[in-house]
């Protein structure tokens, strides 16, 4: 497990000398206004500090398949490390074979938007944990069987106590989603081409995408795709200037207006993060768009009712690349066998 | 990833003096006669030296999604690295949320298993492997499409022809099993406290366990259930007295008679391995049996006609918890990112 270091958002500081020899560039002024690398260890979530107990905990629970009632899905089914931490299918399969509405999206750097789910329903990455474990088309468990299965085993008991000593009932469906966030937070992926860029790198990003980077905020792109996750903070109209098409923006799914039931919040969605877009097709809530090139062509006309030229297209679509980071190194957890009084899979 | 050493199965060696005082022990040396520690590592399978180059591969590959047409279902979804190399469920879902026939049975020390499946129908694990890729209740895909989705991936490309740097066509079906077992003769579970009792430890079991130990030979378990894996050797009749119930021998799954079409092989199964078998309930190929001590019961009445009294059962029941090993450390792997050519899941 990595060691914990205090983060302070934005503003990340690096104890070493450079390793390069930084010229001036306006280009890199520009984007460090804008956008901020990805820390590599997060300590705190809301104010809240992530003991190593509470990350070994949420480590397990990750990767438990009992957290679903068939004993086969867990959140690393569907936010697999392995693979961009999303599954990379139109949208998630879930129990019985359902299939969910919206494509799953990336458990990495998560910690960082500022809403969770496509149209930002949940506030924290806790909150988050807590749905597709209750949804009845994802894992279709329940707080009450979630927490019977837990407490059915021993080693899991005394994890529990480990990470929430203070808690008068550590083993809660509460403090589960607590640890899952504690384990979340860890999986940042840092380093990537962009972020070495922004600290200073010349040749961390080539020409190409350079170029992309450029046209990313003179075009507009970087009004709702910016911070540290290029994205993850605000809510946005998808077809702000002109509608997509029904098969990427299909008529029945109205986005945030589902949260807020306010009608000028209809078809409004999260702008999506790009850190390792490259790494999670297919693309937007519907999962519909295979193609990275195509994405970014779609949203140019969507977004910012311009025709992108196939070279700008390419240029966005290199630099794009560049925002895939150093993915996490997670150990499989062990995890401990069922005792007489877990419940059974259904 | 551990150091490869050579491995002479049954010879293992300790290099160094042993840090207990081993006493005379006439059941240690019954014990020592029958059965065998799991060694650390494995070298070789079938003669084949296995190279750092296809284990890594292989890791891969065997948490690889896209090798079943769903791109969901990987080898570790029901031989989980995390739970005993098993899934832990009656029987698989697969592909649509098809439930297989059998168990999934754990993938821990197969490969000192004279033959893979319920019914050995596969010599090794490389034959294995293409099984459960193909099976239509199960990841449902095809070697053809498996070969077009590795051929797709550039990563993939490359480290098909670092593991197989001779073969005229490196990226085959046939080299993606190889790959996978090789990775599989990893996962051993050496340093159980059977191990160690077997090794001259004389506290590394209990009283109840050398009981059970000694039980477990005298009545007769140890006929079919011996060698490293105590069992995974031979074939026998399920059911050798007295046939169990129905719900634990269903009549259509006739066991190697599929295998063989011989009469006298109806409701006969490779005696199964014991090890770990404390991490993977439920128990017997129809998966319906969830309690050890029941499938320890199961078993004295069927195989050695016996009603064993509930202190032999428990006995021989903690003497099998002795046989869960130290369980494999293994990272998660990174998979490289599909493309415009890779086909898409279905």
Redesign the interface.
Known sequence: MRPIQMLVLGGLTFAAALPWEATADPLRDKATALFKPVPATVSQTQGRTLTEAQIALGK?LF?E?RLSR???ISCN?CH?????GA????TS?GH??QKGPRNSPTVFNAVFNAAQFWDGRAEDLQAQAKGPIQASVEMNNTPERVEQTLASIPEYVAAFSAAFPKAEKPVSFDNMALAIEAFEATLTTPDSPFDRYLAGDDKALDAQQKEGLALFIDSGCSACHNGVNLGGQAYFPFGLVRKPTEDILPIGDKGRFAVTKTSSDAYVFRAAPLRNI??T?PYFHSGQV??LKEAVAIMGNSQLGRELKDKEVAAITAFLHGLSGR?????????P??T?STP??E
């Not at 697999?80 to 961009?84: A, D, H, V």
């Not at 599954?87 to 139109?90: A, E, F, H, K, R």
């Not at 993915?327 to 995890?335: A, E, G």
């Open positions: 397990q990767f398949p068939s004993h086969i089914t697999n490390i392995g693979t961009g599954d990379n299918v139109p399969v019985g074979w490259a790494l097709a295979w193609e993915q996490p190194d997670v150990s499989y957890p062990i995890l066998a069922s007489a059974r899979p």
